[in-house]
């Protein structure tokens, strides 16, 4: 069953809401279940496991004593191991006086240092470790395209019918013969020099002949998908839609369309849409949007966020397990790359401090995934805990990432330290984490 089917409003608050607790308590619960397991590997006691705060609604204790509950407020989670005071793993100094040594070591305050890192470490890990089979699952899903394009579905186009079928192995277009589709810049290269011309006239293998048919535009003005909370979402926008004219002028290539876009400077555009037969007609301003160049930099573009794609299905082929894992670990570690560069050019200017999220603006996006299919909100999931853990990692006190810090302190200097600094550290790390968070607020609320 597609979830977006449960959507009766995309801009209803309650599903916006919904959402963004379902992707958050997962990631959460993965996160938090990383800390558990490796903790009891690691002969560390737990003595609550919470997927959110405040009043507990549901509950029950295992064999070993831990109980597994969860609260009313859903922004997150916690475990309480053995000897912590609280939900952000301070010291219970008076529990722990009365404990003898064996009682200590069941401790996360009394185990040894490998213990206490690799139960910290283990969060995040397991938050990397989601994204990658995520990414993994959805990769050997949907296979991967080989050297020939072999036409899948045709989408609806406003020329169709054409005599392409699904099933014909694609040789050539308008007398040019098509290159590899694993050399993605050849590939570029010849459909950049294709005529600007619908319909197309395909050499194709159809079983064991080799014959010309009428095709669509191989890179049309096609909504392929949407970027949530952009110009093109929020007007209305769908997957399959086909632009045939913007301000007036008809055009038929993606190409078209996305030159009038870059180059009108936030100029409105009047776009005449084609959907299920019909034509409709809409007007959107495009955004600035600051996007990742090959150099490691960003440069600024004008948007109204779609994704083209080409004019049919392409067929796939089944991706083995070890190439999908692969490729699940190259896309996390993209999204790492990604996101630290981004914080990086934020901090020193390189570009706006909007491009930063809060919680309002994560949660529309999570309802904006949700609405164009399951396949598209698990994979906001994986992107969403890739984040996380990264964010975790920060060395920020009260974070994963500060813990690993005292830690290191601890390894090199041969002491903890001591309980005052640790609070100290632990209340300026509390201010920047809600500093952060006001931050990221202020930015769903008030940038464009």
């Known amino acids: 069953m597609d ?13 916006t809401v919904l959402w963004f607790v379902v992707a958050l308590s997962i990631i959460v619960a993965i996160h938090e279940y990383g800390h558990y397991i490796v903790g ?17 609604l549901w509950s029950r204790v295992d064999k070993r004593g831990t109980r597994w509950q969860i609260a009313a407020i859903p ?32 401790t996360m305050h009394g185990a040894p240092l490998w213990a206490r890192s690799a139960t910290v470490a283990a969060g995040p890990v397991f938050n990397f470790i989601l994204s990658i089979l995520i990414f993994s699952a959805v990769m050997m899903t949907n296979g991967q395209v080989g050297e020939k394009l072999i036409v899948g579905e045709v989408w609806d186009m406003p020329n169709a019918p054409y005599e392409l079928r699904e099933g014909d192995v694609v040789q050539a277009i308008e007398g040019t013969a098509l290159p590899s589709f694993d050399d993605p810049e050849a590939f570029d290269a010849f459909s950049t020099d294709l005529p600007k011309a619908d319909p197309l006239i ?33 007007a209305g926008l769908e997957s399959g839609d086909v632009f045939t004219a913007i301000d007036g002028q008809p055009i038929v290539a993606f190409s078209q369309l996305k030159d009038v876009v870059e180059g009108g400077d936030g100029k409105t555009v009047a776009l005449t849409v084609y959907r299920d037969g019909e034509t409709q007609q809409f007007d959107l301003t495009p955004r600035r949007v600051d996007e990742p160049n090959n150099e490691g930099g960003f440069v600024t573009n004008w948007r109204i966020g779609i994704l083209g794609g080409i004019a049919f299905e392409p067929a796939t082929e089944t991706l083995g397990f070890g190439e999908a894992v692969h490729a699940g670990a190259r896309q996390t570690l993209r999204i790492m790359e990604g ?32 609405s164009q299919g ?9 992107v969403l805990s890739t984040a996380i853990g990264l964010l975790n990692l920060f060395p920020i006190p009260m974070l994963d990432g500060g813990h690993l810090v005292f830690y290191s302190y601890e390894a090199v200097t041969g002491r903890a330290p001591s309980d005052r600094v640790l609070q100290v550290l632990m209340t300026i790390g509390l201010v920047i984490v809600l500093g952060m968070m006001l931050f990221g607020l202020t930015n769903d609320l008030f940038c464009p």
């Not at 939900?87 to 009365?98: E, F, I, L, N, Y």
């Not at 535009?217 to 909504?223: I, K, S």
């Not at 399951?374 to 994986?382: H, P």
Request: glycine share 14%.
């Open 202 to 234: 395909y050499t194709v293998q159809r079983g064991g002949d080799v014959i010309e048919v009428t095709g669509p535009y191989l890179y049309p003005a096609l909504v392929k998908s949407l970027a949530p909370r952009s110009a093109a979402y929020n």
């Open 75 to 106: 922004m997150g989670g916690f475990v309480k191991f053995k000897g912590d005071a609280n939900a952000a793993s301070g010291k219970d100094g008076a529990a722990m006086a009365a404990m003898d040594e064996s009682e200590l070591r069941h």
């Open 374 to 382: 399951t396949e598209n909100f698990i994979w906001f999931i994986a």
């Open 339 to 370: 996101s630290l560069s981004g914080l990086y050019h934020i901090v020193t200017g390189g570009i706006s401090s909007c491009n930063l999220s809060g919680p309002v603006g994560i949660a529309q996006t999570s309802a904006a995934m949700a």
């Open 40 to 56: 009891r590997w690691c002969g560390i006691g737990a003595d609550v496991f919470s997927i959110g705060f405040g009043p507990v």
């Open 3 to 15: 979830i977006s089917t449960l959507i009766p409003s995309f801009g209803n608050g309650a599903f």
